[in-house]
């Protein structure tokens, strides 16, 4: 397709977007018509459709992740996946983080794959979380914590998924 020339272009872009005023003849009018223009070509029937689809959150119904609020909310959920399961994951995150989105549905499967395990999610941003952010000197998200019987066995930090997959399922199995 050729590129239309910033001058004399009037009738090529008029041909494209079928717009009947010309720029010159009324600012307000031309803007009127364009966004006239825009809301008929996108109520067309042929819907603009997305090259690809990545999902970055799951039904929260499906996931079986603690979602952590305060301080005491994680010392004693690690307290209580000690007693019962010995075995805690622990994700943290955050709402702005990409990587966090990209991997927060494989955390929600692999809670509902390994019930020998407990996930824990952490908010960075969390205000009443910061001593816990700060203690365990957490300085890039995503980062993962693999406890078992309450020390810290395995740490992932990055979105690498595979190796996430790896270590969760070497711990739940031993």
Excluded at 48 to 59: E, L, Y
Excluded at 102 to 131: C, G, H, N, R, W
Aim: proline content about 4%.
């Amino acid at each position: 397709m050729r590129m239309l020339r910033a001058r004399g272009c009037w009738k090529g872009l008029r041909l494209l977007s079928g717009l009947s005023v010309h720029p010159s003849q009324s600012p307000r009018l031309h803007a009127i018509a364009l966004a006239q223009s825009t809301a008929t070509s996108l109520e067309s029937s042929s819907p603009i459709r997305p090259i690809f689809s990545r999902t970055f959150a799951t039904d929260a119904s499906d996931s079986s992740v603690i979602a952590v609020k305060n301080d005491a909310e994680y010392v004693s959920a690690l307290n209580l996946a000690q007693e019962n399961k010995g075995v805690a994951v622990v994700y943290f995150t955050a709402k702005w983080c990409g990587p966090c989105r990209m991997v927060s549905p494989v955390i929600d499967q692999l809670s509902t794959k390994y019930d020998k395990a407990t996930f824990l999610k952490v908010d960075i941003d969390e205000e009443k979380l910061q001593a816990i952010v700060s203690e365990e000197r957490i300085t890039s998200v995503p980062t993962f914590r693999c406890y078992q019987g309450g020390k810290v066995v395995d740490q992932l930090v990055g979105a690498d998924v595979q190796s996430l997959k790896n270590k969760v399922a070497l711990l739940c199995e031993s």
